[in-house]
């Protein structure tokens, strides 16, 4: 049913997996970068505790970290 919907494999199976599907290196590799600048969010604590009060607060402290990130 998940196939009828459109979904395809983005994350590769194991080498010693009988039955291997083909999967999307370019959709993995986005994917990829997504992940990896989440772990990056979360390495400022203020972030992966979300401590700010109100939404509009935690979305401008994650707009700076973004930026913090990106100048790196």
């Not at 010693?16 to 604590?45: G, M």
């Not at 992966?48 to 990130?69: E, G, N, P, Q, W």
Request: aromatic residues 10%.
């Amino acid at each position: 049913s998940i196939r009828a919907q459109g979904a395809c494999v983005v994350i590769p199976q194991r080498k010693n997996r009988l039955d291997r599907r083909p999967f999307d290196k370019a959709l993995f590799k986005a994917r990829h970068l997504v992940e990896n600048f989440f772990c990056k969010l979360k390495e400022f604590k203020r972030i992966a505790m979300r401590s700010d009060k109100t939404d509009r607060s935690f979305s401008a402290m994650i707009y700076l970290v973004a930026a913090v990130i990106n100048s790196r």
